[in-house]
């Protein structure tokens, strides 16, 4: 995609989560995987927290890791339980006590709707995919 896009100033890592790259980062791009799955298949298994674990322990190795003025884009899903958004809940606990610039915005409200009839989703009221932005400051 880098070369496709023209892009030369960036180096790619293969890593589990941030451990074997070193170093800070200016950006960090994400897309986990973010839902239940019983076989825990690596292209679609979030773990812990209704599928959201893998989307915290991301959101937690890069705001250690991003360069100042750097930021983190996280694509990821989240289901939604009594009306709330507890991975929201996480994001606020995790941002509240630092200087962050940050946003967060449910962009599709409803996916994956046929994992709801599963057993490990009896909490959800549905799966809403969302969009966080976190800006080390300057």
């Known amino acids: 995609n880098a070369a496709l896009a023209g892009v030369g100033n960036l180096t790619l890592a293969r890593s589990d989560l941030l451990s074997q790259a070193p170093g800070r980062f200016d950006l960090i791009v994400a897309n986990p995987p973010y839902l239940l799955d019983a076989s825990e298949r690596a292209y679609r298994h979030g773990g812990g927290m209704l599928g959201a674990g893998l989307s915290l322990a991301i959101v937690d190795a890069a705001l250690e890791r991003l360069e100042a003025g750097g930021s983190l884009l996280l694509y990821t899903g989240v289901a939604?339980?009594?009306?709330?958004?507890?991975?929201?809940?996480?994001?606020?606990?995790?941002?509240?006590?630092?200087?962050?610039?940050?946003?967060?915005?449910?962009l599709d409200p409803d996916v994956f709707a046929e994992e709801l009839d599963s057993p490990a989703y009896r909490e959800a009221e549905r799966i809403a995919v969302v969009g966080l932005r976190v800006t080390r400051p300057a």
């Open 80 to 106: 939604m339980v009594e009306g709330g958004d507890p991975f929201l809940a996480r994001i606020h606990e995790r941002l509240a006590s630092r200087e962050w610039d940050w946003d967060y915005q449910e």
